[in-house]
Structures are given as structure tokens and as C-alpha cells.
Nanobody, 116 residues
């Protein structure tokens, strides 16, 4: 059984920073990709950042230059460093894992609130 647990969310003023963590447990033999998604009230869930096999990263345009996704294989953890936060970044952030076999897993989310 695979489990993802997000942490690091909270309340921060515009211009501040937060670092989200996603801890993965279970028997993981091969990973295709991991990513961070977010969902604001009344809006669809959107991809924020992803890291794929080989180390390539992708970001949605609105966070380029401000957010950085990274992983620590020894700790089985993926991170999202968020700098220069804006009120429009307010959302529940979800961690996503896709294994090589195609199975996908989701965390339960962590709330990020950015005040103006």
C-alpha cells in the first residue's frame, strides 16, 4: 500500500515563502513522475509543478521563477519551495505520484493561504 502525506501549508503574507513536503511510504520500486497540484474554491484542480523520470521539471506559467520542485530519494520525500507568494496562490495543494506501471496516488492535501 502506498501513502502520501503533505505538510508545510499555512497562512503567510504576500511576498512570503512556504516549503511544502510530501512524504511517501510503501514499497516504491519505480517512479514515472511526481507533482504538485492545487485547487481553489470553485475552480478545477490544476498542475503546479512536476518532476519526471530523468529529472526534468515543468511549471505552470503563473509560478515560473517563484516555485521550485525537488526530491530527496533517501528520505522518500518531494518538496515544493514557494517564494514571492501571491494571494492568487491560495489553494489546497495536493501531492501526486505516478508509478512506472501507471498507478497513480494522491495525498489528502495541505492548505496554503496568502493574505494581501
Amino acid at each position: 500500500q502506498v501513502q502520501l502525506v503533505e505538510s508545510g501549508g499555512g497562512l503567510v503574507q504576500a511576498g512570503g515563502s512556504l516549503r511544502l513536503s510530501c512524504a511517501v511510504s510503501g514499497n516504491i520500486f519505480s517512479i514515472n513522475a511526481m507533482g504538485w497540484y492545487r485547487q481553489a474554491p470553485g475552480k478545477q484542480r490544476e498542475l503546479v509543478a512536476a518532476i519526471v523520470r530523468g529529472g526534468s521539471t515543468n511549471y505552470t506559467d503563473s509560478v515560473k521563477g517563484r516555485f521550485t520542485i525537488s526530491g530527496d530519494n533517501a528520505k522518500n520525500t518531494v518538496y515544493l519551495q514557494m517564494n514571492s507568494l501571491k494571494p492568487e496562490d491560495t489553494a489546497v495543494y495536493y501531492c501526486n505520484l505516478v508509478l512506472r506501471g501507471g498507478n497513480a496516488y494522491w495525498g489528502q492535501g495541505t492548505q496554503v493561504t496568502v493574505s494581501s
